[in-house]
Nanobody, 124 residues
């Protein structure tokens, strides 16, 4: 069992930056590939970024490539999403996710564990 808690959301103007954090419980954090998803009002939840167990591989949605960066700290049991050049269309609730398989994130399957989400609002 993994419990995930996101933080760092907020409101920012277009072009600004935010850093999301996700803390994980348990001593097996490095056994999980981690990811971020988002869900905008009236839309389906969509994949944003993923990182492998030791951080040597990352994977991004085309819509955020070059603007967002995912990283992790296995000692702190945390994963981060650095967001830059934010656009109003990035407005959504952002969710942290964990799954034992890194391939889950590119397959379209849903990860096993989810956080409660943190709101990001980008104004024009």
């Amino acid at each position: 069992q993994v419990k995930l808690v996101e933080s760092g959301g907020g409101s920012v103007q277009a072009g600004g930056s935010l850093r999301l954090s996700c803390g994980a419980s348990g001593r097996t954090f490095r056994s999980y590939a981690m990811g971020w998803f988002r869900q905008a009002p009236g839309k389906q939840r969509e994949f944003v970024a993923a990182i492998s167990w030791y951080g040597d591989s990352t994977y991004y949605a085309d819509s955020v490539k070059g603007r967002f960066s995912i990283s992790r700290d296995n000692i702190k049991s945390a994963v981060y999403l650095q967001m830059a050049s934010l656009k109003p269309e990035d407005t959504a609730v952002y969710y942290c996710a964990a799954d034992r398989s890194f391939g889950t994130y590119s397959s379209g399957s849903l990860p096993e564990y989810w956080g409660q989400g943190t709101q990001v609002t980008v104004s024009s």
